[in-house]
């Protein structure tokens, strides 16, 4: 099911959702599973589909990737509303800090979204420090599972995106879009310690990534 599919993000340009082979509805209706609502009574035994969970993990310190974080979670929630409905897998967004996050997260995660910036040429330590607590717990057991990346950047962003992936493959992790990396332009000192604001165009292409991987969830492509 997995390899039928893939998603290809270019810079600046519509996310394009490309089919490859045919039928994305077969796997997506799978093993359906049956709910028992809070009261103790199922009233229809309407099989639905169980939760997928997408993680968005941030860290932030002058507020830029904390922007495009919420932006990608506010279109995941947008999109998952759709979703189980009609045979779709229900998705539940969940957008944590790194600092506050852990292993358990990521096990618990069906679908990961990375936002991180970069710090003196890494990704921050605050995300690193994360994978520092959680790499053990998760190693092995969250293999194939999909993720995307966003870089917050002042100039660069290349170095945060290759530790990142690094790890990720680490994990055997799979990533399934282009790491977004978002140049801010801040390369003298007052301009990095100012607080940030996204452009429009950077937070739109941060939401269509959060959008994507909810829906392909939701659809059970990944
Ligand atoms: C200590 C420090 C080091 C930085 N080093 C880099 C760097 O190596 N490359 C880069 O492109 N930007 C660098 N920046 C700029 C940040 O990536 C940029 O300010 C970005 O907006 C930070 O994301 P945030 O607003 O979510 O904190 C640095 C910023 C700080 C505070």
Same mark, same amino acid.
């Given at each position: 099911?997995?390899?039928h599919?893939?998603?290809?993000?270019? +810079?600046?340009?519509?996310?394009?959702?490309?089919?490859?082979?045919?039928?994305?509805?077969?796997?997506a209706?799978? &093993?359906?599973?049956?709910?028992?609502f809070?009261?103790?009574?199922n009233?229809?035994?309407? +099989?639905?589909?169980? &939760?997928?969970?997408?993680?968005?993990?941030?860290s932030?310190?002058?507020? =830029?990737?904390?922007?495009? &974080?919420?932006?990608a979670?506010?279109?995941?929630r947008?999109?998952?509303? #759709?979703?189980g409905?009609?045979?779709?897998?229900?998705?539940e967004?969940?957008?944590?800090?790194?600092r506050?996050?852990?292993?358990?997260?990521?096990?618990?995660?069906? *679908?990961?979204?990375?936002?991180?910036?970069?710090?003196?040429?890494s990704? *921050?330590?605050?995300?690193?420090?994360?994978?520092?607590?959680?790499?053990y717990?998760a190693?092995?057991?969250? &293999?194939?599972?999909?993720? *995307?990346?966003?870089?917050?950047?002042?100039?660069?962003?290349?170095?945060?995106?290759?530790?990142?992936?690094r790890?990720?493959t680490?994990l055997?992790?799979?990533?399934?879009?282009?790491?977004?990396?978002?140049n801010?332009? #801040?390369?003298?000192a007052?301009?990095?310690?100012?607080?940030?604001r996204?452009?429009?165009?950077?937070l739109?292409?941060?939401?269509?990534? =959060?959008?994507?991987?909810?829906?392909?969830?939701s659809?059970?492509?990944?």
């Amino acid at each position: 099911m997995n390899d039928h599919w893939f998603a290809a993000f270019e +810079p600046r340009q519509p996310l394009t959702i490309i089919e490859r082979k045919a039928d994305v509805g077969t796997d997506a209706r799978a &093993a359906p599973a049956t709910v028992t609502f809070d009261d103790g009574m199922n009233p229809t035994d309407a +099989p639905i589909e169980p &939760a997928a969970r997408l993680l968005l993990l941030y860290s932030s310190m002058t507020g =830029g990737t904390r922007q495009l &974080a919420l932006a990608a979670s506010e279109a995941a929630r947008r999109a998952s509303c #759709a979703s189980g409905n009609e045979g779709l897998r229900r998705v539940e967004v969940v957008l944590r800090e790194a600092r506050e996050a852990d292993g358990g997260d990521l096990l618990a995660a069906s *679908a990961v979204l990375f936002a991180t910036p970069e710090n003196l040429g890494s990704m *921050a330590g605050v995300m690193k420090d994360f994978f520092d607590r959680s790499y053990y717990a998760a190693l092995d057991r969250v &293999a194939g599972r999909p993720y *995307a990346l966003i870089v917050c950047a002042g100039s660069d962003g290349q170095g945060a995106v290759r530790q990142v992936e690094r790890i990720a493959t680490g994990l055997r992790l799979r990533r399934i879009a282009e790491p977004l990396v978002v140049n801010v332009g #801040a390369q003298r000192a007052r301009e990095i310690l100012a607080p940030k604001r996204i452009a429009p165009d950077a937070l739109a292409r941060a939401a269509e990534l =959060g959008e994507a991987i909810a829906t392909g969830l939701s659809l059970g492509l990944w």
